[in-house]
Nanobody, 128 residues
Framework: VQLQASGGGLVQTGGSLRLSCAASGRDFNNYHMGWFRQAPGKEREFVTVISRSGGTTFTKDSVKGRFTTARDNAKNTVYLQMNSLKPEDTAVYYC??????????????????????WGQGTLVTVSS
């Protein structure tokens, strides 16, 4: 599956953005879909993941209550809604697809090597 992320931009502290990730190819609903981010000089880190059906999500503690993910399998698209943004949320955000296995363990869902396909990333900048 090929992924195309969009929706990034510049926003003030406390603002909101919604990222989208459109998937091409078949069997989108056979992939768990994750969001990761990478700030300058830092490693890529897990943000959130949604199961194939959309019924289960897991989210990084530091963004829980502010970020939510959802998917529309009919449109082959996954979303990341980000509210109450903070300067420390500034990063390039990536969507990623994981076909094999489950997302029940942290290792399975938070390890970048568990994801087979990656989007190109979209930059989110939060000004103070």
């Amino acid at each position: 599956v090929q992924l195309q992320a969009s929706g990034g931009g510049l926003v003030q502290t406390g603002g909101s953005l919604r990222l989208s990730c459109a998937a091409s190819g078949r069997d989108f609903n056979n992939y768990h879909m994750g969001w990761f981010r990478q700030a300058p000089g830092k490693e890529r880190e897990f943000v959130t993941v949604i199961s194939r059906s959309g019924g289960t999500t897991f989210t990084k503690d530091s963004v829980k209550g502010r970020f939510t993910t959802a998917r529309d399998n009919a449109k082959n698209t996954v979303y990341l809604q980000m509210n109450s943004l903070k300067p420390e949320d500034t990063a390039v955000y990536y969507c990623a697809a994981k076909r094999e296995g489950n997302i029940l363990s942290k290792r399975n869902r938070e390890n970048v090597r568990e994801y087979e396909s990656w989007g190109q990333g979209t930059l989110v900048t939060v000004s103070s």
